[in-house]
T-cell receptor, first 110, second 112 residues
Framework: QKEVEQNSGPLSVPEGAIASLNCTYS??????FFWYRQYSGKSPELIMF????GDKEDGRFTAQLNKASQYVSLLIRDSQPSDSATYLC??????????FGAGTILRVKS | NAGVTQTPKFQVLKTGQSMTLQCAQD?????MYWYRQDPGMGLRLIYY???????DKGEVPNGYNVSRLNKREFSLRLESAAPSQTSVYFC???????????FGSGTRLTVV
């Protein structure tokens, strides 16, 4: 079992819809979680950080964490074509090392 | 403010050749990392350096060596390149906490 699992997609949503991206992790001791966005041919950029159970909102982005279920999600409201990218879930492990999922490709259709 | 700078951006090597990927950060971060990214595999940690003077193996260290030259610089060396090392390599730095990692722009390496 991979440490961090994501559906590879592609996830296709129409412009203006809510995109829901999911991630599960295996290490029950993990405490902090990140979402990165990566455009094709570019490097990952941080968009969300969460460490407490529940929701964290930042603009159109909401991260949701459920440690009991070992589940992290990212919601993107009012999706725009510019949101089309690969979204990487990352889990912090011992020694401040991030373990990444393989990423979910999101396509927003105008 | 350059952040994390990687060189070169592109490289083609022949099997058996050696090369060094350079990485420098200007954010005064203690920790630096080398990852490789392959289609469908995500980012996999090769080596990391928690602080100046220390280095440790990550998930996929075979075929690589690293040097933490000083606090700013962390290099990755391929002693004898193999086609399996064809990948995109990312350097990153971090001070921990909610800021996560800052990534360099990547090196696209092809071994033929």
């Amino acid at each position: 079992q991979k440490e961090v699992e994501q559906n590879s997609g592609p996830l296709s949503v129409p412009e203006g819809a809510i995109a829901s991206l999911n991630c599960t992790y295996s290490d029950r001791g993990s405490q902090s979680f990140f979402w990165y966005r990566q455009y094709s041919g570019k490097s990952p950029e941080l968009i969300m950080f969460i460490y407490s159970n529940g929701d964290k909102e930042d603009g159109r982005f909401t991260a949701q964490l459920n440690k009991a279920s070992q589940y992290v999600s990212l919601l993107i409201r009012d999706s725009q074509p510019s949101d089309s990218a690969t979204y990487l879930c990352a889990v912090n492990t011992v020694g401040n090392k991030l373990v990444f999922g393989a990423g979910t490709i999101l396509r927003v259709k105008s | 403010n350059a952040g994390v700078t990687q060189t070169p951006k592109f490289q083609v090597l022949k099997t058996g050749q050696s090369m060094t990927l350079q990485c420098a950060q200007d954010m005064n971060h203690n920790s630096m990392y080398w990852y490789r990214q392959d289609p469908g595999m995500g980012l996999r940690l090769i080596y990391y350096s928690a602080s100046e003077g220390t280095t440790d193996k990550g998930e996929v260290p075979n075929g690589y060596n690293v040097s933490r030259l000083n606090k700013r610089e962390f290099s990755l060396r391929l002693e004898s390149a193999a086609p399996s090392q064809t990948s995109v390599y990312f350097c990153a730095s971090s001070e921990g906490g909610q800021d996560g990692y800052t990534f360099g722009s990547g090196t696209r390496l092809t071994v033929v």
